[in-house]
């Protein structure tokens, strides 16, 4: 089953596109996390009222040693939400993967920027890998290429990693991802916004609305 998060941990643009959009949950990551001005425990606990109790919290350790990295992915697994823990993909952050994959510890491997740091996260048994699109393409190669590359791994060698790319900017990118068949996307609140957006959706409202008042005035369909 697809699965589509929200890459914010803003309740007001939570609120509004859990509305309208079938979230799995967010993914975070420390600068959203720090930009929202509160600490991850309180941001978790006001995004789980407006999601529920079934919502998927995609976070990401800070430390920086192995050590660390399991230890702060120990503690994240004891908070009381469905969490799936976010190492870079770093020679580090594959060790701690590998070893945590051990155990029962949902992991998604993040900050990924090329087809061979993808593929070595699926190797080491992540659930989930985070390539940034966007970021990637910043940069001057192709980040659908990248993803692509990586799923066709994925698929040819039948590992069971979920891509869920991140780090979009616009409503092409995101269409263009979709059609590879990965199994997860993450959009911040601008782009989901975007894909609601068509120049030509509201005037074609406006002239349904416009030709049934002219013959029925303000009476509502079932009313004519
Ligand atoms: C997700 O894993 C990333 O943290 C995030 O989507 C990066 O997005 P950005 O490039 O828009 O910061």
Not at 77 to 92: F, R, S, W
Not at 107 to 115: D, G, K, N
Not at 171 to 190: D, F, N, R, S, Y
Request: glycine share 6%; with cysteine.
């Amino acid at each position: 089953m697809f699965e589509l998060y929200l890459d914010t941990t803003n309740t007001v643009q939570l609120e509004r596109f859990n509305k309208a959009l079938p979230l799995k949950g967010i993914t975070t990551n420390p600068t959203i996390i720090a930009k929202s001005g509160l600490g991850l425990k309180e941001n978790l606990s006001h995004c789980v009222k407006i999601l529920g109790p079934t919502a998927r919290f995609h976070v990401q350790t800070i430390s920086n040693t192995y050590e660390d990295i399991i230890k702060e992915a120990e503690q994240l697994n004891t908070l009381p939400y469905d969490i799936v823990v976010k190492i870079p993909a770093t020679e580090i952050g594959l060790t701690a993967i590998n070893h945590l994959k051990t155990t029962p510890i949902k992991v998604l491997a993040t900050a990924i920027y090329s087809v061979q740091q993808g593929f070595l996260a699926a190797l080491a048994g992540a659930d989930y890998l985070a390539p940034y699109v966007n970021r990637i393409d910043a940069m001057g190669t192709n980040g659908i290429a990248v993803v692509a590359d990586i799923q066709q791994l994925i698929d040819q060698h039948q590992l069971n990693s979920i891509l869920l790319p991140a780090s979009f900017k616009n409503t092409q990118q995101v269409m263009e991802i979709l059609k590879l068949g990965v199994g997860a996307i993450t959009l911040a609140p601008e782009v989901a916004e975007q894909l609601f957006t068509h120049p030509a959706v509201q005037p074609a409202v406006n002239q349904f609305e416009n030709d049934w008042k002219t013959v029925f005035g303000n009476k509502l369909s079932y009313e004519s």
